[in-house]
């Protein structure tokens, strides 16, 4: 089934311990986003890429890092790991140029002790 | 940069009623509005939207209006269901670019 998938699906991650978080997807979607999700604060926009090769920050871009070697991977790394970053990260991505239909993934649920 | 504004945060309505949610939004530039359903535990999903060139857009018992001059879209649901209930996000793409700023959600509760 054609889409996009996160893994993995929960961790509990301790402080101060590096974390990548996957995402992939085969739609062949230009553009992919990083949001994380906290109740009462909506979803809010850590790292996108427009194209692969390319990447740029988002509104809470601080303690995270993305990388775009392809079309298909995007993973999010947390380099060391704080209890503010506990929250629910969902993957996006839209096929641009205009359209911007966003699929998400299933998320990923971090808490971080 | 684009600031979306949802009212209201929590809305509790009788099957069969309507629900209506609000979003302001603040960059003129924006020509696109998106509507996402999210039910607990799952992934938000788009279920409509718009775009600045027209003002209304409908899909059975959905629909969205948009007043470009206001810089406010609105979510309409009639004959509320119970599988109604979920959080829902309208947002805005942020200066002219394809990112999408989220409102803070709306958690709708439909009673049986």
């Known amino acids: 089934t054609a889409g996009i998938t996160q893994a993995p699906t929960s961790q509990i991650l301790a402080a101060g311990r590096s974390m990548t978080l996957r995402c992939t997807q085969d739609?062949?979607?230009?553009?992919m986003y990083w949001y994380r999700q906290d109740l009462g604060l909506g979803l809010r926009l850590i790292h996108y890429?427009?194209?692969?090769?390319?990447?740029g920050k988002g509104e809470v871009p601080d303690g995270y890092s993305v990388s775009r070697a392809n079309t298909d991977d995007f993973p999010l790394t947390l380099a060391s790991a704080v209890p503010s970053q506990t929250s629910v990260y969902f993957c996006?991505?839209?096929?641009?140029?205009?359209?911007?239909?966003?699929?998400f993934g299933s998320g990923t649920r971090l808490t971080v002790v | 940069g684009e600031n979306v504004e949802q009212h209201p945060s929590t809305l509790s309505v009788q099957e069969g009623d309507s629900a209506v949610i609000k979003c302001t939004y603040s960059?003129?530039?924006?020509?696109?509005f998106p509507w996402y359903k999210q039910e607990l535990g799952k992934r938000p999903q788009l279920i409509i939207d718009?775009?600045?060139?027209?003002g209304e857009k409908k899909d059975q018992r959905i629909a969205v209006t948009l007043n470009k001059t206001a810089k406010h879209f609105s979510l309409h649901i009639t004959e509320t269901q119970p599988e109604d209930s979920a959080v829902y996000f309208c947002?805005?793409?942020?200066?002219?670019?394809?990112?999408?700023?989220f409102g803070k959600g709306t958690k709708l509760t439909v009673n049986p």
């Open positions: 960059d003129s530039a924006s020509n696109y």
């Open positions: 996006a991505s839209s096929p641009s140029s205009g359209n911007y239909g966003y699929t």
């Open positions: 947002a805005a793409p942020e200066g002219g670019s394809e990112k999408l700023v």
């Open positions: 739609m062949r979607h230009n553009a």
């Open positions: 890429s427009n194209t692969a090769g390319t990447t």
């Open positions: 718009i775009r600045s060139n027209v």
